[in-house]
C-alpha cells in the first residue's frame, strides 16, 4: 500500500493501565462501568443482534474505534478493542504492515510492563500480559490489530484447548497430519490449479483441478531414477489403493469435485499411502509447488511441506516472457493531476448527499449526466474529462441518499478477455498506477488512512463534510467520495459482522471437542448431543464404522427446508429397514472428518435450540463438562474466577 497502517499505541496503554486497576467482576455491571472509566460511549446493541454482544465507541484514532463485549450466561468473557486502522484483508502486503502494526504495539507495552507471559490472546492467536483479575492481549483480526482484556478463566479455558488441539495433533503423527492438510488444500483448489508433492530421484505426486475433477499423476517407475524404480510389489500395492497403471504417461486417478469431504479425506490418504509406498520415509523427504497454469502461486505453508526452491523464479520467467495482450503489458495511465483538481473540487463542494448533488456536483465540475438526473436510477453515469480510455464517473443512490461519487482515475485493463486470471505483469501495472495516484494524493493532501470506502478498503482522507480516498478495482484505479456519516453506519455493519465470527469461533471450538470425544470412543461407544428432551443426536461406534442418528421426535418436528439440507449433506432418510435419519463414516477417519460428524449432529439440533440454550454431551450416558457455545449476551451475575 505505500504507507504504515496507524495504531493508537498511547490509547492502548491507556486502556491497560485502567485494566489493571478495574475491579473486574466479570459480570454484565462491568460492561456500562467499565465504559464509563475509560470514557467510552454508552454499550448499545450490534445491529439487529438483540440477543448478543454489545459495543461501545472508544474515540481512539484509528477508523473502527469500537470495542466489542462478548460473553454468556456464564459471565462477561472478553473486550475486543480494536486500535488500528483497516488494510484491505485480500492485499499482498497487508500482513507485513499489520504485522510491524503489532510489533509496535507489543512493544509499547512492553516498555511499560515487561515481557509478556502467555503466548495466546484468549480466543485469538498473539500474546499476553498478566494482571491481578485480567490478561491483556494484543492480536491481529481479519484488518486489524485489537487489544484484548480477558477474563482469566475465559485465557485458562482458550490456553487448555489450544494444549489439547496440539496434544492430538502430535499424537497423529507427521503422515496422519500432511494427510489433514493435504485434504483441505485440494478441496479448495481452484480451478486450473496444480500441487506437485516431489521426492528425490524424480518421483512425484501431482494434482490438476478442473472445473468437474480433480485428476492425479504418480511419476511412472521407467521415469525416475534407477535407485527408486518400483518392484511389482510396489505396482501392486499402488494398484490396491486405486492407481491405475499407466499406458503410454504416469500413473493416474480421479476424483469428482462433488464427491465430498469424506471422499477428500479418502484420496488424501491415499495419496500419503502412495508417497510412503514409493519409498518415502518422512515428510522432511517432500518438497510442494502449488500454481494456477497462467496465474499466481499458490502459498504451501498450510501443508506442512517446504515449498520447492526454485519453480516460483521459474514462472515468474515464463509469465515475463509469454504476457497476453501486449496492450496492458506497459505503463497503466492514471490521470493523478485530473484527480487531485476533483478531491479538492470536492472538497470545496456543499454535498447534501442527496440525489440534489448530481445535478450540482456535475456542473462544478463540467461533467455529462447519461442519465436523466431526475430518473431514479440506482445508478447514473457521467461524462467527464480525464485523460483514460473510459472517463466516466458513477452516482450510486439509495434512493434519495447519495451513498458515493466514483470517479475512474486510470485506463482499464479489460480483465475479462483474461480467462485465467491476470498475469502478474499486469496486476503489477494496476499496483504501479495506484502507487503513482497515491504519491500524488499524499503530497496534496497529506498522510491517509488505511479505511473503508462504501465496500471497500483504501487510503482515505478526512474532512468535516466529506470523505475520500483511492480504491484498485478490477479493472481501473478509482476515486471515492463518500459522505463523512458512512463510517458510522459501516461500523455498525462491521461490528455485527466481529460479532458473527465470535459466534463461529465459538461453535468451532464446540464441533473441535466433540470430534476430540468421537475420537476417543471405543468400540461399542456411545457419545449423545442433547438440546434438551426430545430433541438429540447420537453417534455410535463399531469396529468398522462411525454411524449418526437423529431422535425420531427432532426430525418430526424439522422444517422441510432443514431436511432438504441434510439430504445435500448426505443424510439418509428413513425407510421400511432403518426408521431414523443416519450417516455414517467408515474408519480410519481423518480427524477433519470427525469435526464434520460432530457439525452434522448439532445442525439440526440448532434451528430448534432457543439462543443461549445449554447443549449437554454424554459419553456412554455421562456427563461431559464441555462448554455450550455463546451467541454473546452476557449474564447477570459475576462469573467464577480461577487462578491463571
Known sequence: MGF??????????????????????????????????????????????????????????????????????????????????????????????????????????????????????????????????????????????????????????????????????????????????????????????????????????????????????????????????????????????????????????????????????????????????????????????????????????????????????????????????????????????????????????????????????????????????????????ADTDLRVDDPRARFCFDGDRLEAVCVTLSDSIESFLYDEGLPAEVREQRTAAYARALDGFRAEFGLPRHGVLGHAHGAAWQSPGLTMGLVTEADTVELYLVPPGDRDRRLIIEQQRAAHRARDREWAQFFEELAGLIADLGETGQLTVDAGDPHRARIDRDHEQLRLELASATARALSPRVLKLMLRDGWQHPDHRYPLWRIGIRLPALHRDLRRLARLAVLPLQTLMPPQAPVRVLLNGLDQPVRSPSTGSIGGGPAPMVEP
Open 4 to 381: 504504515e497502517v496507524r495504531v493508537d499505541t498511547a490509547g492502548a496503554v491507556e486502556i491497560v493501565r485502567a485494566a489493571a486497576r478495574f475491579g473486574w467482576r466479570w459480570g454484565s455491571g462491568n460492561v456500562s462501568e467499565f465504559s464509563r472509566l475509560v470514557g467510552w460511549s454508552s454499550p448499545q446493541p450490534v445491529g439487529t443482534l438483540r440477543d448478543g454482544p454489545v459495543f461501545s465507541r472508544t474515540g481512539l484514532s484509528v477508523w473502527w474505534d469500537s470495542a466489542m463485549f462478548w460473553g454468556s450466561e456464564r459471565g462477561l468473557d472478553h473486550v475486543r478493542v480494536t486500535i488500528s486502522d483497516c488494510p484491505p484483508p485480500t492485499d499482498s502486503g497487508s500482513r507485513e504492515l499489520l504485522d510491524a502494526a503489532l510489533a509496535e504495539a507489543v512493544a509499547a507495552l512492553t516498555a511499560h510492563w515487561g515481557e509478556p507471559e502467555a503466548a495466546d490472546a484468549g480466543p485469538a492467536e498473539g500474546v499476553a500480559w498478566r494482571f491481578a483479575n485480567v490478561f491483556a492481549g494484543l492480536t491481529i483480526g481479519v484488518d486489524t490489530v485489537d487489544l484484548l482484556l480477558i477474563n482469566p478463566m475465559a485465557q485458562r479455558y482458550w490456553m487448555d484447548r489450544r494444549h489439547e488441539i496440539a496434544r492430538r495433533r502430535t499424537a497423529a503423527g507427521g503422515w496422519m497430519r500432511l494427510a489433514e492438510s493435504l485434504a483441505g488444500f485440494l478441496e479448495t483448489l481452484p480451478v486450473d490449479g496444480r500441487l506437485v508433492l516431489t521426492l528425490p530421484g524424480g518421483r512425484f505426486i501431482q494434482f490438476e483441478a478442473g472445473p468437474e475433477q480433480l485428476t492425479g499423476e504418480l511419476a511412472r517407475s521407467e521415469f525416475v531414477d534407477p535407485t527408486w524404480r518400483y518392484t511389482p510389489e510396489i505396482e501392486q500395492a499402488l494398484i490396491d489403493q486405486g492407481w491405475t497403471p499407466p499406458r503410454e504417461a504416469n500413473w493416474t486417478r480421479a476424483l469428482s469435485r462433488r464427491a465430498g469431504s469424506v471422499a477428500m479425506s479418502g484420496l488424501a490418504l491415499r495419496i500419503v499411502e502412495a508417497l510412503r509406498t514409493i519409498g518415502a520415509t518422512a515428510i522432511t523427504d517432500l518438497v510442494a509447488d502449488a500454481w494456477v497454469e497462467g496465474g499466481p502461486d499458490l502459498e504451501v505453508t498450510p501443508l506442512g511441506v517446504p515449498p520447492h526452491p526454485t519453480s516460483r523464479t521459474q514462472r515468474a520467467e515464463f509469465l515475463r516472457n509469454h504476457a497476453a495482450y501486449e496492450f496492458d503489458a506497459g505503463p497503466l495511465r492514471v490521470d493523478v493531476p485530473a484527480g487531485i483538481e476533483i478531491a479538492r473540487a470536492a472538497r470545496g463542494f456543499d454535498w447534501t448527499w442527496t440525489r440534489a448533488d448530481l445535478a450540482g456536483f456535475t456542473a462544478a465540475s463540467g461533467w455529462k449526466p447519461v442519465h436523466d438526473s431526475a430518473s431514479g436510477e440506482r445508478t447514473v453515469w
